[in-house]
């Protein structure tokens, strides 16, 4: 059972990036599906969750209208599109799994490695 995050990277703030989650080793096509982050010296953050059809999606009120979630026709792979990116946005980003679509960490059964995404003034 794996969830593998990849497309962090440096970005210029009011740049773009997307966000991969990868999901192997178990049928994940039911699953909800979420982001979170942490940032250096804070708790861990709900930032978007997407439920298993993809009909239903949620945001942190932080990203709303910048952020989108949203998966792939097989439901395996999730991908968060960051636009006007802020560097406040800065932080490991990590992909998760859970039977709900819940802004909770414990919610959670699955977890990615963490991607770092670091946006510049």
């Known amino acids: 059972v794996q969830l593998q995050a990849s497309g962090g990277g440096l970005v210029q703030a009011g740049g773009s990036l997307r966000l991969s989650c990868a999901a192997s080793?178990?049928?994940?096509?039911?699953?909800?599906r979420a982001w979170f982050r942490q940032a250096p010296g804070k708790e861990r953050e709900f930032v978007a969750a997407?439920?298993?059809?993809?009909?239903?999606?949620y945001y942190a009120d932080s990203v709303k209208g910048r952020f989108t979630i949203s998966r792939d026709n097989a439901k395996i792979t999730v991908y968060l599109q960051m636009n006007s990116l802020k560097p406040e946005d800065t932080a490991v980003y990590y992909c998760?799994?859970?039977?709900?679509?819940?802004?909770?960490?414990?919610?959670?059964?699955?977890w990615g490695q963490g991607t770092l995404v670091t946006v510049s003034s």
């Open positions: 997407i439920d298993w059809s993809g009909t239903g999606t």
């Open positions: 080793g178990r049928t994940f096509s039911r699953y909800a």
């Open positions: 998760a799994g859970g039977i709900s679509p819940r802004r909770v960490v414990h919610e959670y059964d699955y």
